[in-house]
């Protein structure tokens, strides 16, 4: 049984530029979340999709956004990049209230 | 007030040994209570859970929750390198459904 998959690992970007990255949820999981953190710190909550729609989003600005497909995968759009932007991202599926994180992507704003 | 509060350690213990990690949250209201472990460079881990007073053990862990004081605890028995990490507790509110995250306890389990 796969777990949470992320893509893509690492990715560079210069600031201005746009991201996109994926993830796909662990088998029997309906519910993803994206997750920024930065060095040292905890995770900070960026939005959850549920059944194709943004349930709860965090404090981030609207350059952040998001979707999720039919197949419950989902993606995290990122626009306008700023160096403070560098971060771990991580994406967390769930069916109930436990919450599984997928390996992360790196992003790297120069 | 933060949401969360953990001690930010380091967390130094001998092998062998109990290491005892605290966690604070401020919203009275707060109903789900977990703990993941990170290793350096990688992403959070599971490794436990708890909704309600008192203690559950898995293995060599111990959460335990106090909801009047607002409290909880992971309790490491048999401590091993392996367990060298960061510990960051989550918690989820009332009416919620993020995680919210304390900065992490940084655990060193020395030889």
């Known amino acids: 049984d796969a777990g949470v998959t992320q893509s893509p690992t690492h990715l560079i970007k210069t600031r201005g530029q746009q991201v996109t990255l994926r993830c796909s949820p662990k088998s029997g999981h309906d519910t993803v979340s994206w997750y920024q953190q930065a060095l040292g710190q905890g995770p900070q909550f960026i939005f959850q999709y549920y059944e194709e729609e943004e349930r709860q989003r965090g404090n981030f600005p609207d350059r952040f956004s998001g979707h999720q497909f039919p197949n419950y995968s989902s993606e995290l759009n990122v626009n306008a990049l700023l160096l403070g932007d560098s971060a771990l991202y991580l994406c967390?599926?769930?069916?109930?209230?436990?919450?599984?994180f997928g390996p992360g992507t790196r992003l790297t704003v120069l | 007030q933060k949401e969360v509060e953990q001690n930010s350690g380091p967390l130094s213990v001998p092998e062998g040994a109990i290491a005892s990690l605290n966690c604070t949250y401020s919203?009275?209201?707060?109903?789900?209570f977990f703990w993941y472990r990170q290793y350096s460079g990688k992403s959070p881990e599971l490794i436990m859970f708890?909704?309600?007073?008192g203690d559950k053990e898995d293995g060599r862990f111990t959460a335990q929750l106090n909801k009047a004081s607002q409290y909880v605890s992971l309790l490491i028995r048999d401590s091993q390198p392996s367990d060298s990490a960061t510990y960051l507790c989550?918690?989820?509110?009332?009416?919620?459904?993020?995680?919210?995250f304390g900065a992490g306890t940084t655990v060193t389990v020395r030889a």
């Open positions: 708890i909704y309600s007073n």
């Open positions: 919203d009275r209201g707060s109903q789900s």
């Open positions: 967390a599926s769930s069916f109930r209230q436990e919450q599984f």
């Open positions: 989550a918690v989820v509110r009332s009416n919620d459904y993020k995680l919210s």
